[in-house]
């Protein structure tokens, strides 16, 4: 892993999660609205140039079992979805990532379809070939890397049957 280069500064506050927070519940409200006519595009910084595309991932708390959505850039790889876990560089794993490893099938709506997936964790050279990708497709996913001691951890949606 690449060296870790100073974060900008505020993001360490707390209130980057709020305000984060706050956005993807605007921005779900919106995409759900309109079926991903709006909110589907991320057009923030590497993305203002060259927007990227979002879906919306359910996931089930952990401890209070209630299900929450997150709103995703994704890439598509085959039948799979990959989305990454970055949280804009943070130092800690977002929430929705770790209500994944404890409960991996789920769903996910891009624009007005819902996909029912499992989630995993891409490891190794599958891992890396993905991070090429991703870092092609949104380039601050590179910068974030190179703000954080954790590995970013790579999650590939693959499809499964509903049930």
Known sequence: MASIKRRPKGLDSP?????IKYMSRAQVWLYRRTGGRLGSKWRVGAGFR?????LLLDHRGR???????????YMPDGDNLVVVASQGG???HPQWYLNLRADPDTRVQVGDEVRHVRARTATGKEREALWERLVETYADFASYQSWTDREIPVVVLEPRAAG
């Open 15 to 19: 209130v980057v999660p709020a305000i």
């Open 50 to 54: 060259n927007p990227v595309d979002t």
């Open 90 to 92: 943070l130092p800690h």
């Open 63 to 73: 401890k209070s079992g209630t299900v929450f959505t997150a709103p995703l850039l």
